[in-house]
C-alpha cells in the first residue's frame, strides 16, 4: 500500500492540537497516516519523542519571524 501526502501552506485556520492557537508544524503520522498540528511552543515540547515517528515533519516556524509586506498605494 502507497501512501501519498500533500504538503500544502498552513494557514491561520490551522489550529494546535494541545492549546488551539495557530499551528506552524504539522506531523504526519507513518503508522496511520493522521495528521497533527503543533504551535511552535508544542512542537517544541514534542518534537523529539515524536519526529521518528513521523513520515513527514512540516516545520513553518521561521514564518513567525518574516517581516509583512505592505502595498503603497498613495
Same mark, same amino acid.
Given at each position: 500500500?502507497?501512501?501519498?501526502?500533500?504538503?500544502?501552506?498552513?494557514?491561520?485556520?490551522? *489550529?494546535?492540537?494541545?492549546?488551539?492557537? !495557530?499551528a506552524f508544524v504539522r506531523a504526519?503520522? +507513518?503508522?496511520?497516516?493522521?495528521?497533527?498540528?503543533?504551535?511552535?511552543?508544542?512542537?517544541r515540547a514534542v518534537e523529539a519523542?515524536? *519526529?521518528?515517528?513521523?513520515?513527514?515533519? !512540516?516545520?513553518?516556524?521561521?514564518?513567525?519571524? +518574516?517581516?509583512?509586506?505592505?502595498?503603497?498605494?498613495?
Open positions: 500500500m502507497t501512501s501519498t501526502t500533500v504538503t500544502r501552506q498552513l494557514n491561520a485556520l490551522d *489550529r494546535c492540537d494541545r492549546c488551539g492557537a !495557530q504526519v503520522l +507513518e503508522t496511520s497516516g493522521g495528521e497533527l498540528f503543533f504551535c511552535g511552543h508544542h512542537a519523542k515524536l *519526529r521518528p515517528l513521523t513520515i513527514e515533519w !512540516q516545520d513553518e516556524t521561521a514564518r513567525l519571524y +518574516e517581516k509583512p509586506v505592505y502595498d503603497d498605494e498613495d
